[in-house]
């Protein structure tokens, strides 16, 4: 049975920061998690060293990052075109295909040994699409998911149905990296240079582009308080604030 001090996670807002220190940072605690993990085999239960979850918020400068299994043919523009918009391109070793990160877009990166909640990819999927889906809900935002398409979307099943969140993971030893990017006061231009997940038939959007206006400064941070409310409501979690 999990403990209450199993399911607590360390809160983290790393405010603008370059993907690939990010990332490395997370491989970093995934490798404490795992490493924790590996010397627990050698002790008897009662020993187990407890292993730490972590959740980070980050802003992204412009990148355009490749999923392990996505096609680079859906990245659209060339080294020149990046240059041009300041952007750069990164190939990553998360699940999904090629996505944009960049001002404006609040990005949520959970590394949490699953051991600690549920070992299972499959939910752990659903329970992030349902923390933004409650998330956007306090905009008047109906979220909802695709069948076969990770995420969340609006106005599903219907010709402008439109993704608001992506998301792409990896998992090793149950502990997760990588994790969902929500549209807020993006700049929607920088989705015109790749095939948005691979799929050509449907659009992106922001609560920005929703709401017919840019949000402010303490709605954004409404959104992430709004975000750190609903991870701890839907994975029955402790947040603790670093």
Request: aromatic fraction near 10%.
């Amino acid at each position: 049975m999990n403990t209450n001090q199993n399911k607590a996670v360390e809160f983290e807002d790393l405010g603008i920061k370059e993907y690939q220190p990010a990332w490395d940072y997370q491989e970093q605690l995934m490798k404490a998690i795992i490493d924790t993990k590996i010397k627990n085999r050698d002790l008897p239960s009662e020993q187990h060293i407890t292993t730490s979850n972590h959740l980070l918020l980050v802003e992204h400068p412009h990148v355009y990052t490749l999923g392990k299994s996505g096609h680079e043919e859906n990245m659209l523009a060339g080294i020149d075109k990046l240059k041009e918009i300041e952007a750069t391109y990164v190939k990553t070793n998360r699940g999904g295909d090629i996505t944009y990160h960049g001002y404006g877009q609040i990005v949520g990166y959970p590394v949490l040994d699953l051991e600690n909640f549920f070992t299972d990819i499959h939910l752990y999927m659903r329970n992030l699409e349902e923390v933004i889906i409650r998330t956007i809900g306090e905009f008047g935002l109906k979220g909802e998911r695709s069948q076969g398409e990770t995420g969340v979307w609006l106005d599903v099943g219907k010709p402008y149905a439109r993704k608001i969140c992506a998301m792409g993971v990896k998992a090793s030893r149950w502990v997760t990296l990588h994790g969902f990017a929500l549209n807020v006061n993006t700049d929607m231009r920088y989705f015109e240079y790749i095939i948005p997940c691979g799929i050509k038939d449907k659009q992106v959007t922001s609560l920005q582009r929703e709401l017919e206006r840019e949000l402010t400064p303490e709605e954004v941070e409404s959104v992430k308080t709004n975000i750190r409310k609903h991870f701890a409501d839907v994975f029955q979690a402790e947040l603790i604030y670093k």
